[in-house]
């Protein structure tokens, strides 16, 4: 566990901590943190409400190296779920991811679409395991996990972090504001769910089946 995860252990509440699934409790490996969806349910709503909003403006959204030409089979849900099985990053990078993300639309004009928002997931998430985290995969390996090919990750990569001035760090209240902003969507999980946004064009021949063939290989 990384050390940002180390201090928000003690400088956030212990409760909105083991809520979101951010710490194990008695050493007992938590599955499926309550953190992936609760931020599924937020980037979802972003999705769609942006979309309304260009489509009823219509204006066309700021193309990047993040956007892909259509969605492919997975929605947000299920690539965060295979990213947190894949990748073997802390609960933590996934608050940390949020951070990243927000960091780089506050930096261009682009809104985050169901073109764009996968990419920018498998992006942040890596960046954000390499910060925090005691141990990494190589960009071949998340590559893989994210469905796309190392060249383009690592152009993604750079992307990311020229556009926000290579600004990973995150300081213990920033943490506990997005910690905050999370347990508020828990709210509004019982209103009726959005019908599944779908992701980026990266490989269409995903399935919603498990992958087995990301081999577990870490990297330091």
Not at 152 to 158: A, C, F, G, P, Q
């Amino acid at each position: 566990m990384g050390t940002l995860a180390v201090e928000t252990q003690s400088n956030i509440g212990s409760d909105v901590y083991l809520s979101l699934g951010l710490k194990e409790l008695s050493k007992r490996v938590m599955k499926i943190p309550r953190v992936l969806s609760l931020l599924s349910s937020l980037l979802e709503k972003s999705v769609h409400i942006n979309e309304l909003q260009l489509e009823a403006t219509r204006v066309n959204d700021v193309l990047t190296v993040f956007h892909g030409l259509r969605a492919p089979s997975l929605s947000i849900r299920q690539y965060i779920d295979r990213i947190f099985k894949y990748s073997g990053c802390s609960p933590s990078c996934f608050v940390v991811a949020n951070i990243y993300v927000d960091r780089f639309l506050q930096n261009t004009d682009v809104q985050l679409t169901s073109l764009n928002v996968h990419r920018l997931l498998i992006t942040s998430v890596m960046l954000a395991a390499k910060f925090i985290d005691d141990a990494f995969f190589n960009n071949a390996y998340y590559a893989k996990v994210g469905g796309v090919s190392t060249k383009e990750l690592n152009r993604l990569e750079m992307k990311f972090l020229f556009t926000i001035d290579f600004r990973l760090q995150v300081s213990v209240e920033t943490f506990r504001k997005y910690c905050s902003q999370l347990e508020k969507e828990a709210s509004g999980l019982q209103i009726e769910r959005l019908r599944p946004i779908q992701a980026c064009g990266i490989k269409e021949g995903w399935s919603n089946k498990d992958d087995s063939t990301c081999a577990p290989a870490i990297a330091r």
